[in-house]
């Protein structure tokens, strides 16, 4: 059973930062892909950032140059830096990990964000 679990979000103030953790309970390496999706009420859940095995990164348009998603392989920990924030970003974020050879996926519980004054 793998485990993912989310912290690090909060309420902070327009143009401001936060950082989520996802600890995950095995070997990151096991997984082809990891990802930050998020859903904001009353809308569907999007997919906002992932990091590959191979170290590439993909984003959504609407966080491009302000959020960057990275991985500590000794820690199993992937990270989502979350700079300039706008109230748009405010929903629950979700991580992801992926395994293509299985299809198989596993999702944490979520970390809410809020972004307000």
């Known amino acids: 059973q793998v485990q993912l679990v989310e912290s690090g979000g909060g309420l902070v103030q327009p143009g401001g930062s936060l950082t989520l953790s996802c600890a995950v309970s095995?070997?990151?390496?096991?997984?082809?892909?990891m990802g930050w999706y998020r859903q904001a009420p009353g809308k569907e859940r999007e997919l906002v950032a992932t990091i590959f095995g191979t170290g590439t990164t993909n984003y959504v348009d609407s966080v491009k140059g302000r959020f960057t998603i990275s991985r500590d392989n000794a820690k199993n920990t992937v990270y989502l830096q979350m700079n300039s924030l706008k109230p748009d970003d405010t929903a629950v974020y979700y991580c992801?990990?992926?395994?293509?050879?299985?299809?198989?996926?596993?999702w944490g519980k979520g970390t809410l964000v809020t972004v307000s004054s």
């Open positions: 095995r070997n990151i390496f096991s997984f082809n892909a």
């Open positions: 992801n990990a992926k395994e293509y050879y299985y299809e198989m996926e596993y």
